[in-house]
Nanobody, 124 residues
Framework: QVQLVESGGGSVQAGGSLRLSCAASASTTYYMGWFRQARGKEREVVASIYTRDDITYYSDSVKGRFTISQDKAKNTVYLQMNSLKPDDTAVYYC???????????????????WGQGTQVTVSS
């Protein structure tokens, strides 16, 4: 069992920045990432990282604005969010999964462990 503890999030004006952190209790999974779920929408992956060699994935909606990174010594993954837009408003969830084959992009059903979620609100 891997526990994920998130921190960061909050409210910011459009164009601002926030950083989310996710500390994992163990480093046994191959992939970690961030999903988000806006009100009335499905949960979607926005960024992920293959923890063994730092290969990353970004959804088109955040590419060029968000950066996922990890500190292996701390078992912590970060999501730096810049140039935030009102459309980025959502609950953000840290996720960890073992994957089957190459699995940077997965559905929520394929995630093995979830964080508690943190609200990000971007006002115009």
């Amino acid at each position: 069992q891997v526990q994920l503890v998130e921190s960061g999030g909050g409210s910011v004006q459009a164009g601002g920045s926030l950083r989310l952190s996710c500390a994992a209790s163990a480093s046994t999974t191959y992939y970690m990432g961030w999903f988000r779920q806006a009100r009335g929408k499905e949960r979607e992956v926005v960024a992920s990282i293959y923890t063994r060699d730092d290969i990353t994935y970004y959804s088109d909606s955040v590419k060029g604005r968000f950066t996922i990174s990890q500190d292996k010594a701390k078992n912590t993954v970060y999501l730096q969010m810049n140039s935030l837009k009102p459309d980025d408003t959502a609950v953000y969830y840290c996720a960890a999964w073992y994957g089957l084959g190459w699995s940077l992009v997965v559905t929520p059903a394929q995630v093995n462990f979830w964080g508690q979620g943190t609200q990000v609100t971007v006002s115009s």
